[in-house]
């Protein structure tokens, strides 16, 4: 059984940087592919990045938010940059058996994360 713990939400201004980290047990990383999604309230739960066992990454947020990983802490990291008021959301990192697609949709992810509140001011 794999379990996710994260970390790393706060209140932050406008424009400010944010580093979550997921960190994984049971597991090992490298197996696995990891999806960041974040929930507003009122909203549904959406992708906004994650990357696949093999290194290849992707984001919906034009290249603000970054996926990374340190399989050797058996860590995921996402990094967000200018941050925005509408970025405020509860985030998760997710994690499925690895395969070559990244997965979007979050059914499509067996493990999940606490969840953590980014909350932007402007």
């Known amino acids: 059984q794999v379990q996710l713990v994260e970390s790393g939400g706060g209140l932050v201004q406008t424009e400010d940087s944010l580093r979550h980290s997921c960190a994984a047990s049971?597991?090992?990383?490298?197996?696995?592919?990891v999806g960041w999604f974040r929930q507003a309230p009122g909203k549904g739960r959406e992708f906004v990045a994650g990357?696949?066992?093999?290194?290849r990454t992707t984001d919906y947020t034009n290249g603000r938010f970054t996926v990374s990983r340190d399989n050797t802490k058996n860590t995921a990291y996402l990094q967000m940059n200018s941050l925005k008021p509408e970025d405020t959301a509860t985030y998760y990192c997710?994690?499925?058996?690895?395969?070559?697609?990244?997965?979007?949709?979050?059914?499509?992810?067996?493990?999940w994360g606490q969840g953590t509140q980014v909350t932007v001011s402007s």
């Open positions: 990357d696949v066992f093999t290194g």
């Open positions: 997710a994690a499925r058996t690895g395969s070559i697609p990244v997965f979007v949709d979050p059914e499509d992810y067996a493990y």
């Open positions: 049971g597991r090992s990383l490298n197996t696995l592919n």
